[in-house]
Each structure stands twice: as structure tokens, then as C-alpha cells.
């Protein structure tokens, strides 16, 4: 089978460095992970053998890292706990912070993200419920080795994947995709490096979950 024709989830489990280079591209691997690569850059009218080559070449950090799918559930939550949930708990109320700043202090420049610090919130309220259900009822029933009866929480957490997929493309749409003006101070530079840090941890946390974790589990 042509690299080509193989899903943006099972190409970032066997390169995992694909990740960083489909996020360049703006190609959601996460959320979007069931659609071929094929499929995903013609709906983006992208070059899908150009892109292909880069992954298995590669580049733009698409060497090898650990092979998530060898390993366990608990070794997955171990580090899906350590990797995403703490540093998403520091880092939004920092972003949220930063935002407050940026707004207030450049309201009348016409690129201002007016409405972004509002959205962090909303954004941090979201992923503060979500992360609370997988430690406290998901994961816990992963580890005590339930298998498919884990089926219908996994189904509400994916749900809310979709959910936290709209709200990475509403932060996008807030600050033009990351693109700040040539007279943007270094705080609006740092709000939109990180929120653009942000967007890709989230993705790969996703990823994790929706094609590694949740197939494995549900496979016992």
C-alpha cells in the first residue's frame, strides 16, 4: 500500500516526528486521524507525495521518538498524565493572563484578539472537566483492566476531543492564524508562540488517546 493511502493516525504512530510536519501543514492528526493522508491534502489541496516525503525522510523533526503503540496502557497514562494534563493546568492561566494583557493594552490596534482571553477560559473550563473525568473515573478503570467495558466513557471523552478540536480552530480564527503584526510587542509574540504550542500538545495528546489508548484498550 502507498504511504500515501495510510491514515494521518497510523503514519504518526510509526513516524512520530509526522506530527510536527502534518501540524506545519495544518493537517488535523488527531481529531482527523481516520482520514488518509491522500484524502487530508486534497481536501486541503496539498502535495501528498511531497509531504509523505518529508515524513519518511525525515525532516522537520519527523525522526523517530519512542513508539507509542509497543507500549502499555498504564505506560501511555503515565506519561499522557506527566506530558499534557500537568503543563495544560500551568499554562492556561498563564495564557489567559497574557491575553487580558494584550487585549488591554493594544484594543484599538485593528488586529487586536479581542474575545481571545474570554475563549482561554472557556477553552480552560472544558479541559479542566475533561481532565478530571479521565483521572478520576477513565483512567482508573483502564488500570483495574476492564477493557471494553470502557467503551462508553471513552466514547464521552472523544466526543469532547471533537469538542476541544472546534476550539483550537475558534483560537486560530481569534488571532489569524498566529500571525502577529510587524509592530506586535514581544508579550502579543510570546501569547501567540505559545498558544501555537499549545494547539500542537493538545494534538498530540489527542492522538495518544484517540488512535493509541483507546483502540488498545478496547481491543482486550
Same mark, same amino acid.
Given at each position: ?10 503514519? +504518526?504512530?510509526?513516524?512520530? #516526528? ?26 486541503? &489541496? ?10 519518511? #525522510?525525515? !525532516?522537520? #523533526?519527523? /525522526? ?35 491575553? /487580558? ?7 484599538? /490596534?485593528? &488586529? ?14 472544558? !479541559? ?17 483492566? +476492564?477493557? !471494553?467495558? %470502557? ?27 498566529? %500571525? ?41
Amino acid at each position: 500500500m502507498s504511504s500515501i493511502k495510510k491514515t494521518l493516525g497510523d503514519l +504518526v504512530k510509526t513516524y512520530p #516526528g509526522a506530527g510536527k510536519i502534518f501540524h506545519d501543514h495544518g493537517l488535523d492528526f488527531c481529531c482527523g486521524g481516520s482520514r488518509t493522508l491522500e484524502q487530508a491534502c486534497a481536501e486541503s &489541496h496539498l502535495n501528498a507525495e511531497k509531504i509523505i516525503s518529508e515524513v519518511e #525522510g525525515g !525532516v522537520n #523533526g519527523g /525522526k523517530q521518538t519512542i513508539q507509542w503503540d509497543s507500549q502499555t496502557p498504564e505506560q501511555l497514562i503515565t506519561h499522557i498524565l506527566k506530558q499534557y494534563h500537568e503543563p495544560l493546568r500551568q499554562e492556561l492561566p498563564r495564557l489567559i493572563e497574557l491575553a /487580558k494583557k494584550v487585549e488591554a493594552v493594544h484594543a484599538d /490596534k485593528v &488586529h487586536c484578539p479581542k474575545g481571545l482571553s474570554a475563549h482561554l477560559e472557556e477553552i480552560q473550563t472544558a !479541559v479542566h472537566s475533561h481532565l478530571a473525568k479521565e483521572e478520576q473515573i477513565l483512567f482508573p478503570m483502564i488500570l483495574s483492566g +476492564v477493557g !471494553v467495558g %470502557a467503551q462508553m466513557p471513552i466514547r464521552v471523552m472523544m466526543m469532547e476531543h471533537e469538542d476541544h478540536g472546534k476550539n483550537l480552530k475558534i483560537t486560530r480564527e481569534l488571532t489569524q492564524d498566529f %500571525a502577529v503584526p510587524s509592530d506586535g510587542c514581544e508579550s502579543w509574540r510570546e501569547l501567540y508562540r505559545s498558544l501555537e504550542k499549545l494547539e500542537f500538545d493538545l494534538m498530540e495528546h489527542i492522538h495518544l488517546e484517540n488512535n493509541i489508548l483507546f483502540p488498545k484498550v478496547l481491543s482486550e
